[in-house]
């Protein structure tokens, strides 16, 4: 048994730059033992970065035929990456909650502005500085205030196995204004989410996507304290776009928790979450 799995990827059914068998070719050469696929979730608007309603049973389908091509090579799961909107539109909605999957992921990339606007911050630190000026006045404990809130909301729906790249939004916001993420108000947010995720019994994803073009995870090492205080388990994912990518990141993630003083992950294998010793 090995720690090589991933449970966060992305496809060529929503902004993965691939089609489904190229990720398990690559995953299968890699030595994976497990792989599922978590195309970002349908949204009630048009999103050039979402699967279509109308392609779920298509995005199903082929995942099905996947698992019986490659039964005995690799466990293929199927999974989706759902976005917390409101109270309507969450992970924990019927119509999500009606889908045969085997995980589903809950994440938070798009907030409302105060006059109700919704806008992406999962985007690159330019564009995010624009938002911030543009729709919260350059306040950022505005913005960030609204990413956390609604992080907390979709935790307390539940509806989901992990949720996906915890603070995600700290990488921009230090862009923005650095050390804004060792304030007291700012860790104050971030405490509060993990000892809510503690209270829920939910895992936590350590994201790795990003470690190579700008050294750090989601969440950042410095809040892995969070995790290890509350004992979360962790689920060590990539988070691919691009087939070559589906270990990136990874065998640092683990090293670094190992150095930590985590002893174990959790993965999904013969169907089950399950806890493996950190190798």
């Known amino acids: 048994m090995n720690n090589l799995t991933n449970y966060h990827g992305h ?4 902004d993965g730059k691939a089609p489904m068998e190229e990720f398990v070719k690559a995953a299968v050469d890699a030595g994976f033992i497990a792989y599922g696929f978590s195309s970002h979730a349908p949204l009630p ?7 279509s309603a109308d392609r779920v049973p298509a995005y199903l389908e082929e995942i099905e035929c996947l698992k019986r091509d490659y039964a005995g090579r690799i466990e293929l799961y199927a999974g989706l990456e759902i976005d917390y909107l ?19 992921i809950g994440s938070v990339h798009l907030v409302y ?9 999962d985007t690159n630190a330019e564009n995010f500085r624009r938002l911030l000026e543009t729709y919260f006045h350059g306040d ?39 050390g804004v993420t060792e304030t007291d108000w700012y860790r104050s947010k971030v405490a509060d989410l ?23 995870f989601f969440p950042d090492v410095k809040e892995w304290t969070y995790i290890k205080q509350w004992n979360l388990p962790v689920v060590v994912n990539s988070d691919v776009h691009y087939p070559e990518l ?24 013969g169907g089950k979450w ?5 190798r």
């Open 246 to 269: 589906v270990n990136a990141g990874r065998p640092e993630a683990l090293e670094m928790l190992r150095q930590a003083g985590f002893r174990t992950v959790r993965q999904l294998m």
């Open 113 to 121: 502005t105060p006059e109700g606007e919704m806008v992406d911050t």
């Open 140 to 178: 950022l404990k505005i913005l960030a205030g609204a990413y956390f809130e609604a992080s907390m909301r979709m935790v307390e729906r539940g509806g989901f196995d992990f949720i996906g790249h915890p603070d995600k939004i700290g990488y921009n916001a230090s862009q923005c204004v650095p």
């Open 45 to 51: 608007f048009a999103a050039r970065w979402a699967l």
């Open 11 to 14: 496809c060529s059914f929503c």
């Open 194 to 216: 993990f000892a809510l995720i503690a209270e829920k019994e939910l895992m936590v994803e350590i994201n790795t996507k990003v470690f190579h073009q700008k050294g750090c």
């Open 274 to 278: 399950q806890d493996v010793e950190i």
């Open 86 to 104: 409101n109270e309507e539109q969450n992970p924990a909605s019927g119509y999500f909650q009606s889908l045969p999957l085997d995980f589903r």
